[in-house]
């Protein structure tokens, strides 16, 4: 679930298109192990991985073949699903370190997707096709590249008889695209927390973004995240014939609490990885938001700074908890009072925050105890940002400056969600690694024609498999 940093990260950037780097092309034909990449990577993109019709099962099986005819024997890999939710299922595979001193690594990626209809899209969204120097299909950026990205960097360490010091784990879920499905990152967290037990994680979540005209901006590493969660509000009434109506509706009472959340702003909030962020890229930016997110890191009590870097809502949203309607439902009938009125009630908590404080902020912002709170899904973990470890960014800023030459790579706080979430909240800190570059639309993530440069696919996977060695020694 990336596209939710690419409206913060782009509006940081413009102002470097100039002096920024052309992403290197490739030159000439694919290698070998290019093309043996390709196939696994259409194998993954062509497998449909939808929670509607699809089996993530199917996928990781696929995956876990891979991974045997490279060598790798049925005891390092493991296959888990729940006999309730058999097409969710996953894998975990392990390539032994040399040194049990060392905690072991993890690398993680979901392989469900966003639904996808055929009679929407232009293509076939599960047949892979290039065209133009884009791979199209659904998954081909949000998260298929990354999960064929660890798999192929699993079954090119097993050819090569590469053993690392560090033992490295593979982990590819089911579940990311979907709040309350069956989710295998959070399973392999609370139920098989031994079979993932790393030092750090690396996951979706960074990335580059372009101008969309050739020149590559930025590299992010994401470093948190906001805990997604939703709150249904309700407002009950007796009812009765819409011939003779009282001044008490309860269509009326959840609009005028849904007007009050509107009008409600969550107190602003800094943590080590935003501050970073905002004044490293508010210093690149050139502008007069940039001017006020340095001012806002230096001075979070700058109200005329944060006036101003409230303008920009992506800004915004990074500054605090947010909280929007997303659904409304309500009545029974043309002709009758309702006689209940529902909403529900989107929020991407800050990190620290629980939904019980956040429950509580929206009551009070409320104030009418006869409109009913309560969590869509219970028990949600709250995000735990990760530290700024040197020993991670490093690796990342070092190849990063020859992968992606001249390029900035800014730490960054996400302000959607991935399933680092549940990984952090049992101690595993969790790093949304430099990967592919997108373009400023989005690339089609979670919506119509999804399409990834094939440039960007080959010059990250490239970039990663150094880093994961770089990380594992």
Known sequence: MKQALSAVVLAAFVSTAATAQTPTGLPG?????????????KELVETNTALSNGSCTDAAAKMGARLKAAGFGDEAITYFATPEHPKDGGLVAVLPGSNKALKPMLLLAHIDVVEAKREDWTRDPFTL???????????????????????????????????PKRTIKLALTCGEETSGAFNGAEYLSKDKRDLIDAAFALNEGGGGRTDGKGKLLVQTIQIGEKSYQDFTLTATNPGGHSSAPPPDNAIYALAAALLKIGAYE????????????????????????????????????????????????AIHSMLRTTCVATLVDAGHALNALPQRATAN?????????????????????????????????????????????????????????????????????????????????????????????????????????????????????????????????
Not at 30 to 41: K, T, V
Not at 149 to 162: A, E, L, P
């Open 29 to 41: 034909p694919l290698r070998p192990d290019q093309e043996a990449f390709r196939g696994l990577y």
């Open 345 to 473: 009630v989107n929020c991407r908590m800050f990190p620290g925050r629980t939904a019980a404080e956040t429950k509580a902020a929206l009551a009070a912002a409320i104030g009418d105890p006869k409109i009913a709170i309560e969590e869509r899904v219970k028990d949600k973990p709250i995000a735990i940002q990760p530290p700024l470890d040197p020993k991670i960014l490093g690796p990342v800023e070092k190849l990063a400056a020859k992968y992606f030459p001249g390029v900035p790579v800014i730490p960054t706080m996400s302000t959607g969600a991935t399933d680092g979430v549940y990984l952090e909240a049992v101690g595993i800190p969790v790093y949304g690694v430099p990967s592919v570059w997108a373009d400023p639309d989005g690339n089609g993530t979670h919506g119509l024609n999804e399409r990834v440069e094939a440039k960007a696919l080959y010059t990250a996977r490239d970039y990663l498999y150094d880093l994961v060695k770089a990380l594992a020694g």
């Open 266 to 313: 969550f107190p602003l909030q800094f943590n080590d990885v935003t501050k970073a962020f905002f004044k490293k890229s508010g210093a690149l930016r050139g502008d007069a938001v940039g001017t006020a997110m340095v001012a806002l890191a230096d001075n979070p009590g700058d109200t005329i700074a944060e006036a101003t870097a409230n303008t920009d809502k």
């Open 129 to 163: 096709i290039e065209e133009n120097g884009y791979f199209y299909g659904r998954g081909t950026l949000d998260d298929k590249a990354q999960a064929a990205i660890w798999t192929d960097t699993f079954v090119r360490f097993k050819q090569s008889g590469y053993r």
